[in-house]
């Protein structure tokens, strides 16, 4: 079945403690990419990847990382926590081609940092 | 600024009732798309439109599309329990940068009523 996953579904962590969020597509998508979802303010996007070893910020860049090593893989670092990270992540794929077209998204992972 | 904008934020009706969902956007685009989202899910996608299109239908749902009002409508006839969901347009924008980009509305929260 073609699918976005996302580990762990739900974390609840301190500050400072470094976390990560892991996404995995298993559609052969070359892009990749991380959203926060937030009352009031919608789906913000995080960073993107157009392909192995390519990633660019996004519109809410400040406080992550990501690295993408291998097509498949995206995950999504949180290297210091703090509690305005608190939120709804979701990753998502689609063709490179059609960056703009459909896109497939993960589960969401609910985040709590206290 | 945001790009799209839907409205209602928020729409109840009774099973069976038709419900009707509007995207507005500011600037010019090449498709606009419409995604669910079940409470605290990840978001499917719908339905997309191409800025060339006026109108497109799929089961249920009917979209349309007003380029020069930079309008959309989401139709969705003979309404269930389970389309119960929020409901979100996106559309593609350019970053400053050149890159390409999904920005979405903030979504309209529709309750159907048994």
């Known amino acids: 079945e073609a699918q976005v996953t996302q580990n762990p579904r739900y974390l609840i962590t301190v500050t400072g403690k470094k976390l990560t969020v892991t996404c995995s597509q298993n559609m052969n998508h070359e892009y990749m990419s991380w959203y926060r979802q937030d009352p009031g303010l919608g789906l913000r996007q995080i960073y993107y990847s157009m392909n192995v070893e390519v990633t660019d910020k996004g519109d809410v860049p400040e406080g992550y990382k990501v690295s993408r090593k291998e097509k498949r893989n995206f995950p999504l670092i949180l290297e210091s926590p703090s509690p305005n990270q608190t939120s709804l992540y979701f990753c998502?794929?689609?063709?490179?081609?059609?960056?703009?077209?459909?896109?497939?998204f993960g589960p969401g992972t609910r985040l709590t940092v206290l | 600024s945001q790009q799209g904008e839907e409205d209602p934020q928020a729409l109840s009706i009774q099973e069976g009732e038709n419900a009707t969902m509007n995207c507005s956007y500011k600037?010019?685009?090449?498709?606009l798309q419409w995604y669910r989202q079940n409470s605290g899910r990840g978001l499917v996608h719908l339905i997309l439109i191409r800025s060339n299109e006026r109108e497109k239908h799929s089961g249920r749902l009917r979209v349309t599309l007003d380029t020069s009002k930079k309008s959309s409508s989401l139709l969705i006839t003979a309404s269930r329990a389970a389309d119960t969901a929020s409901y979100f347009c996106?559309?593609?924008?350019?970053?400053?940068?050149?890159?390409?980009?999904?920005?979405f509305g903030q979504g309209t929260r529709l309750t159907i009523n048994p």
């Open positions: 600037t010019s685009i090449n498709n």
């Open positions: 996106a559309t593609d924008a350019v970053r400053i940068q050149g890159a390409q980009k999904l920005v």
């Open positions: 998502a794929s689609s063709l490179v081609r059609q960056v703009t077209d459909t896109q497939y």
